[in-house]
Nanobody, 114 residues
């Protein structure tokens, strides 16, 4: 299983970014993909996740600002991040969970300037 995260960058407060997580290397139809983030000196935390049947959930800190979605034809999960705040600054990771286990992609840095 391979995950490739991209789309991070530097943005001003109130701006938007869209992260992408392209996945490959498995044929399991039952899986979930989540976005996590880790700020300097803090533990990694869950942000949003989506299951293969379309169910989504998000942490309270991003509800109403971040939207997770998937393009099955492209095997890609997106995280649309709007109204970004300095506290959203972190390295963002995607993780896939299926019956075989869990797999992490490399991180992508998101920096929100005040």
């Amino acid at each position: 299983v391979q995950l490739q995260a991209s789309g991070g960058g530097l943005v001003q407060t109130g701006g938007s970014l869209r992260l992408s997580c392209a996945y490959s290397g498995f044929t399991d139809d039952n899986f979930a993909i989540g976005w996590f983030r880790q700020a300097p000196g803090k533990d990694r935390e869950g942000v949003s996740c989506i299951s293969s049947d379309g169910d989504t959930s998000s942490s309270d800190s991003v509800k109403g600002r971040f939207t997770i979605s998937t393009d099955n034809a492209k095997n890609t999960v997106y995280l649309q991040m709007n109204s970004l705040k300095p506290e959203d600054t972190a390295v963002y990771y995607c993780k896939l969970q299926n019956v075989a286990g869990s797999y992490w992609g490399q991180g992508t840095q998101v920096t929100v300037s005040s």
